[in-house]
Every structure is written in C-alpha cells, then in structure tokens.
C-alpha cells in the first residue's frame, strides 16, 4: 500500500490534489470505472475544485478494511499522476 494512504475510522483514505477541476473530475471517473471493475466502491468527494478525497472500507464486513480495499487503493494509485 502506498505510504501516502492512512488508515483512520476503520477506512484507508487519501487525499489527490490536481491542477484544476477538470483533471479532478476526469480522475473521479476512472476511479468510478475502476470501483464497478472491481464490484468494491469507495467515498469520494472533491474539495476546493481540485482536490479529490478517497475513502474506502468494506461495508460488508463491518465497515473495516479488508483485502478488497487495499487491492482498491494499489489499482487508484496506478492511475493517479501526479
């Protein structure tokens, strides 16, 4: 797992922060596309138009994180460019 994500309330998250909103809508959908993949979907918000907060845990499971949130967030961080 990349050492920027955190583990907090039982959720890995991380915050994206991006030139402009565009980039940061365009990243909101890849990760919508990677999450319906994955059949595992994670909150995410944007915040000051360009800054995108990611939050993932599994509800299945007691709201915890499990495997299918750390697999999640290794194949949201191959898409993010920094």
């Known amino acids: 797992m990349n050492k920027d994500w955190t ?4 959720a890995l ?3 994206f ?3 402009d909103f565009k980039e940061a809508l365009i ?3 890849r990760v919508g596309e990677i999450a ?3 059949q595992h979907h994670p ?4 915040k000051d138009y360009r800054n995108v907060f990611v939050s993932t845990s599994t509800h299945d499971n007691g709201s915890t994180v499990t ?3 750390r697999e999640l967030v290794k194949e949201i961080d191959k898409v993010f460019v920094s």
């Open 7 to 10: 583990e907090e309330n039982s």
């Open 13 to 15: 998250q991380k915050t």
């Open 17 to 19: 922060e991006f030139r």
């Open 27 to 29: 990243f909101v959908n």
């Open 36 to 38: 319906e993949r994955m």
């Open 43 to 46: 909150d995410i918000g944007i």
């Open 67 to 69: 495997v299918k949130d």
